[in-house]
């Protein structure tokens, strides 16, 4: 017995050995959405008394792809196993790239090959001058102590609001928060917190620590530790195009029709709690979208569109990606031949690297809204907003998820598990394939899209 096992073992190590790191994105995600459907599938997961096998799907790739999307209420449809199976899919979804990472290069006891080092920059974006084993080590740590931290503060922050029992809502909330996932115990996501400014505050943390990623993370702990006051242009591109964005948006939802009649302070918080959630991807709310104005909707999908950032929990097209994006376009403008970042030039197979995920999201994202429109009869802007949240491993939604046919639940779980792993996993590819006569890449002037 010991010996089929070993064996057995032995034949995965070998087939994902032979993969590229494309095709192990795929096939560790599909695995692990398999991983969390099978046990939801269970009736002592259950609060009631049955639910489609395709809803169960649908839940498990929208915990792994750390997406929120769900076509069941989650406290309503699932009892505790049930939301602790949910919250380890969207706890192993969201470190995801930590986890391949793992496998790819520590899985040798002696040296680590050349080819796993190159699984695991791909998997995690890497820049070159990151040591990949250091990187798994700084992000477990970093993982724990947040997600710890930010269910202390939960605890005593759903406690002063009078919340039953808050020890489990706040661990579930502070793992989904930072895994960008938005899903949540509470029937009406985090609406009844609206104006609480501990709730809002604490989860904007824990989700712009995850959506940051952990590059940042690691490039700010290695200039701390070395005393050495600078940072990659990568970390300054995703901090400034984080923040930049939360900014802008925020100002825009800010005279959104629908919160012009809440109390100033608490207009300003859902104003900027909204845009924060749209562009981190953590999907959480606490103001119904379906109430927004038709402007507010175009400025939420666009958000969602553009996304987090490289090596983190969130998804979307990714800042450094459509920053890259504008800053070439800005440089077309001003007729410069080279693309400048802070004063660092900006290797040209990285811009053709961004426009070519750019183009492969768009892509995607006309052909998703084209499949369900066929397949659905809602609203066209609720079924663009729709498609751009699943692409987007978002989570809000104009309240049509619950709604959709089987066509369109397959059309979104689609979407869901390539804004996961497709889009990005193609852009890796994209960098991975550099042919000899490009230049090598700067520690600070590289950046990783």
């Not at 459907?37 to 915990?63: G, Q, R, Y």
């Not at 006891?109 to 990949?132: N, Q």
């Not at 997600?147 to 406690?159: K, R």
């Not at 959709?404 to 059309?411: A, C, E, I, R, S």
Request: with cysteine.
């Amino acid at each position: 017995m010991q010996k089929a096992i070993s064996t057995f073992l032995s034949g995965i190590r070998s087939f994902f050995a032979g993969l590229t790191p494309v095709q192990t994105l795929v096939f560790g995600y599909a695995s692990y959405v398999l991983l969390i459907f099978l046990p939801l599938c269970l009736p002592f997961t259950w609060k009631v008394e049955h639910i489609n096998w395709l809803d169960h799907l649908f839940m498990a790739t929208s915990a792994v792809s750390t997406t929120g999307l769900v076509t069941v209420n989650t406290p309503d449809a699932y009892n505790l196993i049930g939301q602790i199976i949910l919250l380890l899919g969207f706890q192993i979804g969201g470190l995801g790239y930590m986890t391949f990472g793992s496998f790819a290069i520590m899985a040798s006891r002696s040296r680590v090959s050349d080819s796993r080092i190159k699984i695991g920059r791909a998997v995690f974006s890497m820049p070159d001058h990151f040591d990949p084993v250091s990187f798994i080590r700084r992000a477990v740590i970093f993982s724990i102590i947040i997600e710890v931290l930010g269910a202390c503060g939960l605890y005593f922050a759903f406690s002063r609001s009078g919340v039953e029992s808050p020890l489990w809502p706040a661990i579930f909330h502070s793992v989904s928060a930072f895994c960008t996932a938005g899903f949540s115990v509470f029937p009406n996501s985090l609406e009844s917190f609206r104006s609480d400014i501990w709730v809002n505050g604490i989860i904007s943390a824990l989700s712009i620590f995850g959506a940051i990623g952990f590059i940042v993370i690691s490039d700010l702990w290695i200039s701390f530790r070395s005393r050495v006051r600078s940072i990659t242009l990568t970390s300054k591109i995703i901090l400034t195009a984080t923040f930049g964005g939360m900014l802008v948006a925020t100002v825009a939802l800010y005279f959104d029709s629908d919160l012009a009649s809440l109390p100033q302070g608490e207009r300003m918080l859902a104003a900027f709690f909204q845009a924060m959630t749209s562009l981190t991807t953590v999907g959480f709310n606490t103001h119904p979208i379906g109430l927004v104005s038709h402007a507010s909707v175009m400025v939420i999908i666009v958000l969602m569109i553009l996304g987090a950032s490289p090596s983190g929990t969130g998804g979307g097209l990714k800042s450094t990606s459509w920053s890259a994006g504008l800053a070439a376009t800005w440089s077309m403008i001003r007729g410069r031949r080279e693309t400048t970042f802070f004063g660092y030039v900006v290797p040209n197979y990285r811009i053709q690297a961004a426009f070519a995920s750019f183009t492969l999201y768009l892509m995607f994202f006309a052909l998703g809204s084209f499949l369900l429109l066929l397949a659905d009869k809602h609203q066209f802007e609720d079924i663009v907003f729709e498609v751009a949240s699943g692409l987007g491993t978002v989570g809000l939604s104009r309240g049509i998820t619950g709604d959709l046919n089987d066509l369109g639940k397959v059309t979104i779980i689609c979407l869901m598990f390539i804004g996961r792993v497709g889009v990005v996993s193609l852009a890796l590819a994209a960098l991975a394939r550099k042919n000899g006569n490009e230049p090598k890449s700067n520690a600070k002037a590289d950046l990783i899209v």
